[in-house]
């Protein structure tokens, strides 16, 4: 099994990597954005028990205590749109006006988020304590 590490790019590169996440159960949230001059999505990618962590720590659940998948998939949710919300205030204050879509939930193993080989991306690979997560930015400026 690869480093705890490796994890931090699971951005389905490697097939070593791969083999390794197929086994996990991931969770991704991904918010679109929109607008005359650019467009684009930001993903967040994280493991099940990363999720589970996060939905956690921001719910304030005491300790051992299980959320539901409905409360793990919300805060996914909102992490991902205000993460979102964060790079669509810079490309705003750059002069690139867009608006952004209601956050979707992709849950499983094995499956792969993935763009045009036209559209640039950005991978900012993150962890915290034991957990890792990747998150993705796709941008295409318009002509």
């Known amino acids: 099994m690869p480093p705890a590490h490796a994890g931090l790019v699971f951005c389905f590169r490697s097939a070593r990597i791969d083999r390794y996440h197929a086994a996990l159960e991931c969770i991704s949230g991904a918010v679109g954005f929109a607008g005359k001059t650019a467009t ?15 939905t956690v720590t921001m719910l304030g659940l005491p300790p051992g205590e299980v959320p539901g998948d409905a409360d793990v998939n919300n805060v996914m949710g909102e992490v991902t749109n205000r993460l979102a919300g964060g790079l669509k205030s810079w490309l705003c204050d750059a002069g690139t006006a867009c608006a952004l879509s209601t956050p979707a939930i992709i849950r499983g193993s094995s499956f792969r988020v993935s763009t045009s080989h036209r559209v640039p991306q950005i991978q900012f690979p993150f962890a915290s304590g034991a957990h890792c997560g990747l998150l993705e930015a796709h941008f295409k400026f318009n002509d």
């Open 40 to 54: 684009g999505a930001f993903d967040l990618h994280v493991p099940a028990s990363f999720a589970v962590h996060i």
